[in-house]
């Protein structure tokens, strides 16, 4: 039956001709979705129109119009229709007898009806008064009737729409939080509702009203999919329950599946979730537009006094290499060339989450469009950013987001396209299997102060639960994925067999705690035999934290946290032999030896600047010209004197170079000459920019050193010119003495967030407890710094373990200030 039938029936029958017609519609198996939506609007306008001209005859001044839902088309089995009798005030008696000749024949229908009466003025006050009823005027559409009446309401609507901005849209923006309070996330949601909850067709329904009031447009691209998914999986659920219901339960899923050709519960699940991602990351951007536009307008006033009627430009705040801060996100800096830089994307997302600022959309665009893909292996700089990325704590979430929404992640991490959007049947988790591995990821940044190795802990917890898109004991897949994806990041043999590790036995620790009997000798070595190593253990039991408090409130407790303590504290007992030495230090090289020798024969510091590149992969199908620059290894010879490290350290910062990876240890110089030399050797990078030259590097050391270069104040000066923003919060920094780790030295562990002048407060503080630091070892992973100092007393004596420990507080108190 053609729609032409289907009209021509409903003139000739009235309702029980209408009625008649849009069962058969609904049961047409040819038509579905759009086509079956836009053909039911028509049946019911032609249905409205019949019972509308058959009442009015003989009056003038009156029409029928459809608004909000039915006013779009959108007419799913059950929805009901939003009718609006607009009138210019004739006879009030005419135009209540037509109401009830259109409303009754309705209801005897059964269908729900949402109706008003009201003048041009009357609906424009009205829309003024409630925002529900401006957002569904705003979709007004003619049936019948006085067109002109209808075509001067709808301009007039959109004028005061347009008009009222300013101060409607923050209304709207405040309406659809306070929903997706109420009614939660779709895109995580087991049993969601397709219309009220965050990035439902309610969402959709205000960005076009965004759209409609020219202060900004939602991104495009993907939206108009995405909300033809959620009302074609609206109208299978109309048609599988036979109610006018937006909550797709469990118990109708497979049916509803079934009616949409797909193969399961979790596929449609799955298709959901995936169309409300589109629809709130689009709304998330969206509403930051209309707030960076509301913003410059009610300052554009104001600069334009200032500036003399010019126009103002945003300030461009640097970030990192080829990223900086404008009008509160992150973009590209105009210099950047993504084509040339692979590592950018991930650079760009590690700066905006660690400045807690969001990803320009068009920023993120471009790198989708033009980043080359990185090398395999990765190269040490983009292995450095993810583990920043992760340890960035929740401001992780909408950066992750917006790399995902572009199609970044999946080109990074391509075995993450089997978790995405992947639903978990199951009480305890509240997340999908990708938001779960991101939430674990948060969770463990800020555990991050009780491992020694917190790039593995954050990489694992991304990890971990990857083996849940493919078939058979998750873990067991997990692990096989884990060692491919991790030598793909660059880690090396040993690394990776942790991190295989890991993720095959994230389980082991709170399952054994609370279904096994931790009295038995047996139990306990079992575990230690999975584990392995002391590191191991120490990671799982961060991992296995994170993981729990990440599933959701059931999974973790006190009591849980207390068993899990007590199998790592039994385990760490089996695990524990020897204890590791003090490394002995490598023989100096020759370049080594040359710059200490000079540097003793002149009195004062000499260092060399080496380039490093990242090794090319020899069977990478695209070997690239230039390799991807891993950095400078900065060769430091100093007299052994007071002050080397907080001068060293302070210099570098002043010149804002990252400290990698430090080492600094006392050379005896070679037979016939008498004295010591310190030697450093350390690892830096530009935060961004060039490298400062050599020659100048020298110039300020040698005046920190002799004390006439107040590094202190200039970096307090620095800091006062250019405040860096506040962004994630992170964990506290922990200062601990490593028990019984050298016969030689007190080992003083420090574990903080990295951030400029960090070693060269640390050196301060340990230079004014006047201890000497007989060696040391720093390592910057992602955003942690991991170090350990190895310092003697002023006879070259370890430490009291009193005057050790108040060393170590009073270390932790000034890195807390």
Not at 774 to 786: D, F, I, K, Q
Request: charged residues 25%.
């Amino acid at each position: 039956m053609t729609s032409t039938d289907t009209r021509v029936d409903a003139e000739d029958s009235g309702p029980s001709g209408y009625a008649a017609a849009r069962l058969r519609l609904l049961q047409e198996g040819a038509r579905s979705g759009p086509p079956r939506r836009a053909a039911l609007a028509e049946l019911t306008d032609d249905w409205l129109t019949g019972l509308f001209t058959a009442g009015s005859e003989g009056m003038r001044g009156v029409s029928l119009v459809a608004v909000g839902g039915y006013g779009r088309g959108e007419l799913s089995p059950r929805s009901d229709l939003d009718l609006l009798l607009l009138h210019d005030g004739g006879d009030s008696g005419a135009v209540a007898s037509l109401a009830d000749r259109i409303w009754y024949p309705v209801w005897d229908l059964g269908l729900d009806l949402d109706h008003s009466v009201r003048t041009p003025a009357e609906a424009r006050k009205t829309a003024a008064d409630d925002l529900k009823a401006q957002l569904g005027l705003l979709d007004a559409r003619h049936l019948a009737g006085d067109l002109g009446l209808t075509a001067g309401l709808r301009t007039a609507v959109l004028a005061d729409w347009r008009n009222q901005a300013p101060k409607r849209l923050p209304e709207l923006q405040e309406l659809c939080a306070e929903r997706a309070e109420r009614q939660g996330e779709l895109q995580y949601l087991l049993e969601p509702d397709l219309k009220e909850a965050r990035g439902g067709l309610r969402d959709a329904t205000a960005l076009r009203a965004v759209a409609a009031s020219w202060l900004a447009d939602a991104p495009r691209e993907g939206l108009t999919d995405a909300r033809r998914r959620l009302l074609d999986v609206r109208d299978a659920l109309h048609l599988a329950t036979g109610r006018a219901t937006d909550r797709l339960a469990l118990q109708e899923q497979d049916q509803v599946a079934a009616e949409l050709g797909l193969l399961d519960a979790d596929t449609l699940l799955r298709q959901v979730y995936e169309a409300a991602r589109v629809v709130s990351y689009a709304s998330d951007v969206t509403w930051r537009e209309v707030g960076r536009v509301l913003r410059s307008r009610a300052v554009r006033p104001r600069l334009r006094a200032m500036l003399g009627g010019g126009k103002p430009v945003g300030e461009r705040s640097p970030l990192a290499e080829g990223v900086v801060e404008q009008d509160g996100e992150v973009v590209l800096a105009r210099a950047a060339r993504p084509e040339r830089d692979p590592v950018l994307p991930l650079r760009a997302a590690a700066a905006a989450a660690q400045a807690d600022l969001p990803l320009s959309l068009h920023a993120v665009r471009r790198m989708a469009a033009v980043a080359r893909p990185l090398p395999t292996p990765w190269p040490a700089e983009a292995r450095q950013q993810l583990v920043t990325l992760l340890g960035s704590g929740r401001p992780t979430i909408e950066v992750w987001e917006a790399l995902e929404a572009e199609g970044l992640i999946t080109r990074l991490l391509p075995d993450w396209e089997r978790v995405r959007c992947r639903p978990q049947r199951n009480a305890v988790h509240i997340w999908t299997v990708d938001r779960h591995l991101i939430e674990t990821a948060v969770r463990a940044s800020e555990l991050t102060r009780r491992v020694g190795r917190p790039d593995l802990l954050l990489v694992a917890a991304l990890l971990h639960d990857i083996g849940k898109g493919w078939p058979g004991d998750h873990s067991v897949a997990g692990e096989i994925i884990a060692r491919d994806v991790a030598a793909r990041i660059g880690f090396d043999r040993a690394d990776v067999a942790v991190l295989a590790t890991l993720v095959r036995h994230h389980l082991l620790l709170i399952d054994t705690a609370t279904r096994r009997d931790l009295e038995d000798p047996a139990t306990v070595r079992s575990v230690a035999e999975a584990v392995g190593s002391q590191g191991s253990l120490e990671l799982l039991h961060a991992l296995t934290e994170a993981d729990a408090l990440a599933t959701g409130p059931a999974a973790w407790s006190s009591w849980r946290g207390s068993l899990v303590a007590d199998l790592v504290k039994r385990v760490s007992a089996v695990l524990a032999g020897d204890t590791p030495e003090e490394p002995e230090a490598a023989a100096p090289t020759a370049e080594q030896e040359r710059l200490a020798i000079e540097a003793f024969r002149t009195g004062g510091p000499v260092l060399a600047l080496r380039a490093q590149t990242e090794p090319v992969d020899a069977e990478a199908d695209a070997v690239p010209e230039d390799p991807e620059p891993l950095g400078v290894e900065l060769l430091i010879a100093v007299p052994d004197q007071p002050g080397v490290l907080p001068a060293v350290a302070g210099v570098l910062a002043m010149h804002r170079l990252t400290v990698r990876t430090a080492e600094l240890r006392a050379l005896d110089l070679p037979d016939g000459v008498e004295g010591s030399v310190l030697l450093l050797n350390w690892r830096v990078a530009a935060e961004y920019g060039s490298l400062p030259q050599a020659a100048r590097l020298r110039a300020d050391l040698v005046r920190a050193l002799d004390g006439s270069l107040d590094i202190a104040a200039r970096l307090a000066e620095r800091d006062a010119a250019y405040p860096r923003r506040r962004g994630t919060i992170a964990p506290p920094p922990r200062v601990t003495v490593a028990p019984a780790a050298s016969r030689h030295a007190t080992v003083i562990e420090v574990r903080a967030h990295d951030a400029p002048g960090l070693l060269h407060r640390i050196g301060r503080a340990l230079e004014k407890a006047h201890v000497r630091v007989r060696s040391m070892h720093v390592s910057t992973l992602g955003a942690n710094a991991v170090d350990a100092f190895y310092v003697t007393g002023t006879k070259g004596a370890p430490l009291p373990g009193a005057e050790a420990a108040s060393l170590a507080r009073a270390l932790e108190e000034t890195l807390r200030e």
